[in-house]
């Protein structure tokens, strides 16, 4: 097998995968505590990180680097009609109480933009319910300079 063709049957190995649902176990984003989100997650939803699907309908807008962890601007758009949208949640994995908020937009537009607390510097999750059942993820990091839950 050639080089070029190795890379396209890798590549559409990869493609398969990221379709298929399954999240990756390790992001690799910084601050990353799974334990600590798995408990969270268990609690709010009855389903762990595993039931959890990546998709580009959520996009979730946090900085890179926070100079205070007291007020972090949060913003969390979905693109999907709105009549599809249970809940929009936010979960930091190592906060004291992983999960942030949980806001349910009825008949308003699926968006919702806060300042948050964080902990330390951690990864950050949007988790948006769907009316049938489904859990869509979007993941980032924020480095956070000074901690703003103590």
Avoid at 7 to 33: F, N, V, Y
Avoid at 43 to 71: C, H, Q, R, W, Y
Wanted: proline share 6%; glycine share 8%; net charge neutral.
């Amino acid at each position: 097998m050639d080089r070029r063709t190795f890379l396209k049957a890798t590549g559409a190995a990869l493609g398969a995968l990221a379709l298929s649902g399954l999240p990756a176990r390790a992001q690799g984003l910084e601050g990353e505590d799974l334990e600590h989100l798995e408990q969270a997650l268990k609690e709010v939803f009855g389903k762990g990180f595993k039931d959890l699907t990546p998709s580009d309908a959520v996009k979730l807008n946090m900085p890179a680097i926070a100079e205070s962890g007291a007020n972090v601007p949060a913003e969390v758009e979905v693109a999907l009609p709105k009549e599809q949208v249970k809940a929009i949640h936010l979960f930091a994995d190592k906060n004291p109480t992983p999960h942030i908020f949980a806001f349910m937009p009825m008949k308003a537009e699926p968006y919702y933009a806060t300042r948050v607390r964080l902990a330390e510097t951690t990864a950050i999750r949007a988790v948006v319910e769907t009316q049938d059942g489904k859990l869509l993820l979007a993941s980032a990091s924020t480095r956070v300079t000074v901690g703003g839950c103590g």
